[in-house]
């Protein structure tokens, strides 16, 4: 079912190009190709990091993750930022950016996209093994996030410490069925904000604690430069 929607989407994506008339269908197809390469070769690189010593389990989880790539990245193709009217943020009352409208538009993918890899990769693979791959395709924002809130809340308690990680790995898997860093990004957000809104019913002064920490970043920047400079000879 999944190729049988894969093959319905390029030719959907085909059919477009050639009514715009804009590209040459040859060249599609050879960016398709070039495109279907590189997924393959990114989905052994993350199965082969995880050294199972099994080249079968290897095989098999390298086809899970490229199968997902292809997914996502012919809906992304087949579903531009124009299929989704433009309007307003319900939250924010601000216009839909291009990139709102993309987000929108990738995130009616059928959920069996998301759910056909996390099925296979549990299957085949310890929890500890599908974080490490979900990791992968996130360039691990979870760890990253997760160091800014240690330094922004330095006395971080493990109890407040547990929920922002367990909201990050949500924003993770979630981030896996988009196709690009500016679209996990957007994921992200959404459950940083609910990190801080957390931090903030939990009794912490988010703003004063930010200002704090970005005040020190700009001290020691500051104290930085002027020390490069004494020790510049004059």
Partial sequence: MRIIL??????????????????????????????????????ASWAESLALNDPSKNARVAALISTH????????????????????????????????????????????????????????LTEAQVEAILDKY???????????????????????????LGYLKEARERSIDFKNMNQISVIFEIYKTKSEQFLI??????RALYKSYTDALKAKKSADAAAKAAATPR
Avoid: C
């Fill in 6 to 43: 894969a093959a319905l989407f390029f030719l959907a994506f085909i059919q477009r190009a050639a009514a715009q008339n804009t590209t040459p269908l040859p060249a599609i197809v050879e960016a398709r190709t070039k495109s279907d390469l590189e997924a393959d070769k990114k989905a």
């Fill in 69 to 124: 790539l292809r997914a996502i990245r012919d809906w992304h193709n087949t579903h531009p930022p124009s299929s989704v009217p433009a309007g307003i943020n319900p939250v924010t009352g601000l216009a839909l950016s291009e990139l709102d409208r993309q987000v929108i538009a990738n995130s009616a993918q059928p959920k069996s996209y998301h759910a056909d890899l996390m099925t296979g990769l549990r299957y085949e």
């Fill in 138 to 164: 996130t360039v691990g924002k979870v760890a990253f996030t997760m160091k800014g809130y240690q330094a922004i809340v330095p006395d971080l308690t493990a109890a407040e410490a547990t929920t922002i």
């Fill in 201 to 206: 019913s939990n009794g912490r002064n988010w």
